[in-house]
């Protein structure tokens, strides 16, 4: 079964600075979806970032890219120039490629300080 | 256009009762995934409805069922509540089955006592 591991409970960042969240994944498949999803206070899952596993160009979105290294099975989340509005709890998840197995990481919850 | 609404927002019940959970989705998404967070389990898969047909399934009891209507509407529902049947219940809708692109609502939070 696929699992998704994400080894930091929590991480702070100063405001403007970058800050890099950790996700490991473990699946036989080769086509698959990865994902980053924000959950704010407000609970609402908000989609941050997907990444196809057949492309090998990391995405980006504004200040949010992805470090995807798919030997290694590895999905890091890189946000720059941090807000305080980026605090939230992440989550790393996975999806293979039938829309099936739709698997969440523990999250890391990210403090932005002032 | 609005989002995906989930009511109520907040529930308790008592064990051994039943509960309905109702899911809208955006408007044209014929998609909607229902799921469990908890903190000790985390985020995990219930099932998935696409065009009134379940067409997943996560590994929950039977307690745990849904359906969803023509109009696209989803509900869930729990019987036979445990204490472990506390959490937040999310859901997300899509345009299609497969929900690269889903959008969430903001969740019901289900206290059982």
């Known amino acids: 079964a696929q699992t998704v591991t994400q080894s930091q409970p929590e991480m702070s960042v100063q405001e403007a600075e970058t800050v890099t969240l950790s996700c490991t994944y473990d699946?036989?498949?080769?086509?698959?979806?990865l994902f980053w999803y924000k959950q704010p206070p407000s609970r609402q899952m908000i989609l941050v970032i997907r990444?196809?596993?057949?492309?090998?160009q990391n995405a980006t979105e504004n200040r949010f890219s992805v470090n995807f290294q798919k030997a290694a099975k590895s999905f890091s989340l890189k946000i720059s120039d941090s807000q305080l509005g980026d605090a939230a709890m992440y989550f790393c998840?996975?999806?293979?490629?039938?829309?099936?197995?739709?698997?969440f990481g523990p999250g890391t919850r990210l403090s932005v300080l002032p | 256009k609005a989002g995906v609404t989930q009511t109520p927002r907040y529930l308790i019940k008592t064990r051994g009762q039943q509960v309905t959970l109702s899911c809208s989705p955006i408007?044209?998404?014929?998609?909607v995934s229902w799921y469990q967070q908890t903190p000790g389990q985390g985020l995990q898969f219930l099932f998935e409805?696409?065009?009134?047909?379940?067409?997943n399934k996560g590994n929950f009891p039977g307690r745990f069922s849904g359906r969803q209507f023509s109009n696209s509407r989803s509900e869930m529902n729990v019987s036979t509540l445990e204490l472990g049947d506390s959490a937040l219940y999310l859901c997300?809708?899509?345009?299609?089955?497969?929900?690269?692109?889903?959008?969430f609502g903001q969740g019901t939070r289900l206290t059982v006592v």
């Open positions: 408007s044209g998404h014929r998609s």
């Open positions: 699946t036989s498949e080769s086509d698959y979806y």
């Open positions: 990444q196809e596993a057949y492309k090998q």
């Open positions: 997300a809708s899509s345009r299609w089955a497969m929900n690269t692109e889903a959008f």
């Open positions: 998840a996975y999806m293979d490629n039938y829309g099936q197995n739709f698997v």
């Open positions: 409805y696409f065009s009134e047909t379940q067409r």
